[in-house]
DNA sequence: ATTTAATTTCTGAAATTACTGAAAGTTAAT
DNA sequence: ATTAACTTTCAGTAATTTCAGAAATTAAAT
């Protein structure tokens, strides 16, 4: 079974996504092949659908799910391996999200608290540990509200997005409410 | 004037998440390089601070212009070009997220777009629509929020970071209040 | 135990990407 | 107009990444 036309470019599409996303263009296709395919896949499919070969796919179903992208089901009586999406969209970004910064955040926040423990000796390094400061800030920021975002139960996460333009008069609303307490 | 272990070990590693991040290893190290150097770097100066060679300097010029990430000065007297990084390590991030979003989300969404306009043919066109119909809605989601966020004053944006786990509070605080009106 | 059906690993080839160094281009001063 | 100081471009080369296909491995069925 081949893919429609549509469905062809979507697939490419995520070829070129993934390859600026951390993985390469076939893991990319791959990921996306199994995001718009309702039946789980086994290998061979995969192969086929993308005419690539069957040790490609193999390492792209390994690096995948390293990235805890794809999850294996089987089928009874069938002793092929069969793949799918490990949870809906906004499960696989959030995975995405949380292994890259398991993979370039945290060892570069390790590196600049290193970096910024150590006594500056003269007035570069001063300068360059204060602007390894701020990338320390910044980085530590982002990681805590990725973290408050997902402590947020699935409802409050839904107001939030609903929430829009609305953000900038929440602050000042609870900024009012407790200057008054 | 040479950089220092620790100042090295930091330009070494923004090359490693350059890479990552959209550029290569070289240019990643020379946006690095201008981060923690307090004055401003002739192109010659980042070809010796990096042992690179001088074109591949003016690449990565080039290529961090295009991203609004540095910015051109000159020294009354001397005509060479003096680069520096077009503001904080705040304005540098966001640069990098914007221009992502256009040279990534914004031709995905378009693709969805069209391929959501289609009516669908048969069983595995719809499945492959409901999945690119969430993933759109994802994409729409992170970019409207992150306008949001910069629609923000910066003392909003301020006490927004420090609000922390307080988000869950003030969305359900909004959300009786607003009920009760 | 053997066969068979499947998956994984590995090697070298192909493709892509990055880099150098030289040549061409630009600009400002004289 | 020429020179000098500097920047950019580009062709060829080097390095890296990706990939196919073969060989090795695993596991189920007989």
């Known amino acids: 079974m081949s893919l429609s036309e549509k469905n062809f470019t979507f697939v490419m599409h995520c070829g070129e996504m993934g390859s600026r ?9 791959m990921c996306g092949l199994l995001i718009i395919t309702k039946n ?15 040790g490609n796919v193999s390492m792209g179903i390994k690096e995948l799910q390293s990235w805890q992208l794809i999850k294996v089901q089987h089928i009874p009586g069938d002793r092929k391996e069969y793949y799918a999406p490990a949870g809906d969209i906004w499960d696989m970004a959030n995975r995405v999200f949380e292994e890259r910064k398991k993979r370039e955040i945290e060892p570069t926040l390790t590196l600049l608290r290193n970096n910024l423990l150590d006594e500056a000796i003269n007035e570069d390094e001063l300068y360059a540990q ?5 990338i320390h800030n910044l980085l530590e920021t982002v990681t805590k509200w990725s973290s408050e975002l997902q402590r947020l139960t699935p409802e409050q ?3 939030l997005m609903k929430l829009g333009s609305g953000i900038g008069k929440v602050i000042d609303l609870k900024d009012k409410i407790f200057k008054k307490e």
């Open 21 to 29: 996303w951390g993985f390469n263009r076939t893991i990319g296709q």
């Open 40 to 54: 789980p896949m086994t290998a061979n499919e995969i192969a086929d659908a993308l005419s690539i070969s069957r």
């Open 130 to 134: 204060k602007q390894m400061g701020e």
């Open 157 to 159: 996460l839904n107001k």
